[in-house]
């Protein structure tokens, strides 16, 4: 069964570090996602992404962070510096669709790249 | 601003009981997720209610959507460890435009034997 696949599983880095993380949607999937979850709370929106631009963004994703699919797989995202409150696990999800209307679809999550800030 | 609120966020429970976990939302979003979370693992979804009124089953769980009341309900029948895991219910922010999910809190299950 396809799925969602990313890398790394946990990356570990320096405050004012850039991080770049990785993700490989389903294949014929065309809506990409990002979504945070810092250790013991909720999911948080970040970032969706369709047609090769950002659809819509949430206020956690400022200035710092920056989305790109650079091939015809691959959907990253970058953290330009960063910062303690950063480190959470990091998903990114996938839909064929665009869930509007009478779509059935849902979003296939990643299993999430944990991110540390020291 | 949405809000999804889940209730209980936590709830312990001996095997072989019933229990519904309930999540509320605050606008008119007509589209609502239920996923499932293992620690340390990622989310899984589990039902999506489309319409007023929809009820989905897979096995020991079955949610429901009331449009009106902006409410959603993901009831646990004869419950077995198994099921041990943090519930997630998530809405459209956009009504189903491109479908930014906002997620609850997670309701934390822990079956007991």
């Known amino acids: 069964e396809p799925e969602v696949t990313q890398t790394p599983s946990h990356q570990v880095t320096q405050m004012g570090q850039e991080v770049i993380l990785r993700c490989v949607p389903i294949s014929n999937h065309l809506y990409f996602y990002w979504y945070r979850q810092i250790l013991g709370q909720k999911v948080e929106f970040l970032v969706s992404f369709y047609n090769n631009e950002i659809s819509e963004k949430s206020e956690i994703f400022d200035d710092q962070f920056s989305v790109e699919r650079p091939d015809g797989s691959n959907f990253t995202l970058k953290i330009r510096s960063t910062k303690l409150e950063d480190s959470a696990m990091y998903f990114c999800a996938s839909s064929r669709e665009g869930l509007a209307g009478l779509s059935t679809d849902t979003q296939y999550f990643g299993p999430g790249t944990r991110l540390t800030v020291l | 601003e949405l809000k999804v609120e889940q209730n209980p966020l936590f709830l312990s429970m001996q095997e072989g009981k019933n229990y519904t976990i309930y999540c509320n939302y605050s606008?008119?979003?007509?589209?609502l997720y239920w996923y499932r979370q293992d620690p340390g693992k990622s989310l899984e979804s589990l039902f999506v209610?489309?319409?007023?009124?929809a009820v989905k089953q897979e096995g020991r769980l079955m949610a429901s959507l009331d449009t009106k009341a902006r409410l959603s309900t993901l009831h646990i029948t004869a419950a077995v460890h198994d099921l041990s895991a943090t519930y997630f219910c998530?809405?459209?922010?956009?009504?189903?435009?491109?479908?930014?999910?906002?997620f609850g809190k997670g309701t934390k299950l822990s079956v007991k034997p």
């Open positions: 998530a809405v459209d922010l956009w009504g189903g435009s491109q479908g930014n999910l906002i």
């Open positions: 606008t008119t979003s007509d589209r």
């Open positions: 209610l489309l319409s007023n009124g």
